[in-house]
């Protein structure tokens, strides 16, 4: 039996708590704008292409193996609590990289940014999606891709703040690295104060599942533990892993990629970098809608069939072509922030809302193994060799959503026959 719904004027505006979710990813977001960093990085440090774009991947890392325990730590003291270290942590580690910069340590860079800004991302990252999905029952698919999409629209104010910063007449790396850590810690500790946990059972005055939202989720919530016998987990994960390696290879090297497609300079390179970051937000928005309209396996499949036709238009674009790069790009960071958007529902619907910040923190190593793969892929062979191993990978990927379709039709079929029996 079923929980009764908990309503009434006592509980906070969820809007509002919403507004500071979107505004703690903004600043998370930030991380997407790596590749401005890239160049002047790998000239401060004297060090090699793949050697620099590691500390993105290491980045990632620590992202996603964090935020499986972010989840877990957000339901049990609280997302206020869990958010405000989180951020602590990733202004922490921002501000250490631009202190130890002069050490030309890149190792230092590793654990300043890496690790420790990594860990903090992956805590503050996790809570809001966690939080609303328990405060919008009546619009999973659309909250979890407005929670995450601020998170995609970060790297558009740190591209066009850090560019002319980092240029050797300016300021430079260290500098740039101390200030933006300082606004990151700011911002996400103030805005996290709002949070506040969904009572049990929550549900909006005088909203009850329709037909079609009952049917398509779980009869009830799974633990992690259950999750992780389900086979579901694994494809959902290994779906997530693949959108993730083929978009943030493209995400690690936008700027040095523009600047050598089309040989425009670091400045006008940043742009590319927040076209990107703005169709990802945009993205995580668009397909969350979309999935709660034709489901989420159709969602991924039109995901990875559009980034298909985008490697393949990138690929074809020369010198003196900038203008044409910003299209693939920006469908690149649509379908790259649709996943993000749409998955945290999916996971919803298989394994139930009440643990879903666990389920999904843990189905975030795949972002980790998609942030390692897709940066390193595209950092050790040359640019036009990664675009078509994407191509294949994506083409690959397109089986997987159908695969999913067919084990919740399977598994419906099943409790139906459960109910007749």
């Given at each position: 039996?079923?929980?009764?719904?908990?309503?009434?004027?006592?509980?906070?505006?969820?809007?509002?708590?919403?507004?500071?979710?979107?505004?703690?990813?903004?600043?998370?977001?930030?991380?997407?704008?790596?590749?401005?960093?890239?160049?002047?990085?790998?000239?401060?440090?004297?060090?090699?292409?793949?050697?620099?774009?590691?500390?993105?991947?290491?980045?990632?890392?620590?992202?996603?193996?964090?935020?499986?325990?972010?989840?877990?730590?957000?339901?049990?003291?609280?997302?206020?609590?869990?958010?405000?270290?989180?951020?602590?942590?990733?202004?922490?580690?921002?501000?250490?990289?631009?202190?130890?910069?002069?050490?030309?340590?890149?190792?230092?860079?590793?654990?300043t940014y890496g690790i420790i800004g990594g860990i903090g991302i992956g805590l503050g990252y996790i809570v809001p999606l966690a939080m609303l999905i328990k405060w919008f029952p009546d619009r999973r698919g659309f909250i979890t891709g407005l929670a995450v999409a601020g998170f995609g629209l970060g790297a558009i104010f740190t591209g066009q703040v850090a560019a002319p910063l980092l240029k050797p007449t300016s300021i430079g790396v260290g500098p740039t690295f101390t200030y933006l850590g300082i606004a990151y810690l700011i911002i996400v500790v103030a805005a996290s104060q709002v949070f506040r946990k969904a009572p049990d059972g929550y549900a909006p005055d005088g909203w009850t599942p329709s037909a079609t939202q009952q049917s398509v989720r779980t009869s009830r919530d799974l633990t992690l533990a259950e999750s992780l016998t389900n086979p579901r987990w694994y494809l959902l994960w290994l779906i997530l892993a693949l959108n993730v390696t083929a978009g943030a290879a493209l995400i690690s090297v936008a700027s040095p990629l523009a600047q050598k497609f089309t040989g425009v300079d670091a400045v006008a390179a940043a742009v590319i970098v927040s076209t990107i970051s703005i169709f990802n937000g945009v993205g995580r928005l668009f397909w969350a809608w979309l999935s709660d309209v034709i489901g989420r396996p159709f969602t991924f499949v039109g995901i990875f069939v559009v980034q298909i036709i985008a490697f393949l238009v990138l690929a074809q674009i020369g010198m003196g072509g900038f203008s044409v790069l910003l299209i693939p790009a920006a469908l690149i960071g649509l379908c790259y922030g649709g996943g993000f958007g749409t998955m945290p529902a999916f996971a919803a619907d298989f394994f139930g809302p009440k643990n879903s910040g666990t389920i999904y923190g843990a189905m975030l190593t795949a972002w980790s193994a998609?942030?390692?793969?897709?940066?390193?892929?595209?950092?050790?062979?040359?640019?036009?060799?990664?675009?078509?191993?994407?191509?294949?990978?994506?083409?690959?990927?397109?089986?997987?959503?159908?695969?999913?379709?067919?084990?919740?039709?399977?598994?419906?079929?099943?409790?139906?026959?459960?109910?007749?029996s």
């Open positions: 039996m079923s929980s009764p719904s908990v309503t009434g004027t006592s509980n906070p505006n969820r809007w509002l708590i919403a507004i500071a979710a979107f505004v703690v990813q903004l600043a998370l977001g930030s991380v997407y704008a790596w590749s401005v960093f890239l160049l002047p990085v790998m000239k401060t440090y004297g060090a090699p292409k793949a050697a620099a774009n590691l500390t993105f991947s290491i980045t990632l890392l620590a992202l996603g193996i964090t935020a499986g325990f972010g989840g877990y730590f957000q339901s049990r003291f609280g997302p206020r609590v869990i958010a405000t270290i989180g951020g602590l942590l990733y202004g922490l580690g921002v501000i250490l990289a631009g202190v130890t910069t002069p050490a030309h340590n890149l190792f230092l860079l590793y654990l998609g942030g390692i793969v897709g940066p390193l892929l595209i950092a050790s062979v040359d640019y036009h060799t990664a675009i078509y191993i994407i191509v294949v990978i994506l083409v690959i990927s397109t089986a997987l959503p159908f695969v999913a379709r067919a084990m919740a039709q399977r598994k419906t079929t099943e409790i139906a026959g459960q109910a007749g």
